[in-house]
């Protein structure tokens, strides 16, 4: 499960827990303490500076009063303090991060550059069911439609609860439209490029990859980490 804390000051300061289950189901929990949740302890003055309170050598009071005594004379300011290399380097991440803009640009191409511009949308129909064993109603798939944005077409597929394993099923067209995709996203032979086809949700919650996943009963797949791309854009290879 993934969770966030959400921190508020306000008139009045209160705690949000917000949790993703795996049955898809969002819960929002009031939490009394932070401090005691997280184990740290939060400075007062500029509601900032944190410090373990399990620290095995019992250094968290001393590092927070020293903390303190300086916010204190900062009036709760946070201070930074930035130390500039010695030769600057240009930050210049849309041609550093992308190989492909990279390439074109040293190559005087850079007009070759083309956005994404083939790609596969899909959107979930869940109910809610209320299952013997769980505390609370789930969330089940009982549809599921892809639109497949090719060069030469654009076409839907869908898949629903009449057939087994509609999910995998879906999944596994997917994952041959996408060759497609692949193909038509392709620049020169000689630009590098990354291949990854994107697979993305329409109007979907965060929690619709929790359907997926939770739907795959197959040994085909291997799910792997993609700490680059962003949550609701699912690479798929
Ligand atoms: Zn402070
Ligand atoms: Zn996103």
């Not at 992308?98 to 640009?105: E, Q």
């Not at 996408?178 to 038509?184: E, P």
Request: aromatic content about 12%.
């Amino acid at each position: 499960s993934e969770t966030e804390v959400t921190r508020e000051f306000h008139s009045r300061d209160y705690n949000i827990l917000l949790l993703n289950d795996d049955d898809g189901n969002q819960h929002l929990m009031y939490i009394i303490s932070v401090e005691k949740l997280l184990g740290i302890k939060i400075c007062p003055i500029c509601n900032n500076h944190a410090v373990f309170t399990k620290d095995p050598n019992n250094n968290s009071k001393r590092k927070m009063d020293t903390h303190i005594k300086e916010c204190q004379q900062n009036n709760g300011q946070i201070k930074k303090y930035i130390t500039l290399e010695k030769f600057p380097k240009p930050f210049v991440l849309h041609i550093t991060s992308n190989k492909t803009y990279r390439y074109l640009l040293a190559h005087n191409r850079e007009s070759k550059y083309k956005a994404t511009q083939y790609y596969i949308t899909f959107r979930f129909q869940t109910e809610i069911q209320k299952i013997r064993g769980y505390q609370y109603p789930i969330l089940v798939p009982t549809a599921i439609a892809s639109t497949i944005k090719a060069k030469n077409y654009i076409k839907t597929i869908s898949f629903d609860k009449t057939q087994d394993n509609f999910v995998e099923k879906w999944l596994e067209q997917v994952f041959s439209e996408a060759l497609q995709i692949r193909d038509d996203n392709k620049f020169a032979d000689d630009v590098p490029q990354r291949f990854e086809v994107y697979v993305i949700g329409f109007d979907c919650l965060k929690s619709a990859t929790t359907l997926i996943f939770k739907n795959i009963k197959s040994m085909k797949y291997e799910i792997i980490d993609r700490p680059e791309l962003c949550q609701c854009q699912h690479g798929t290879r």
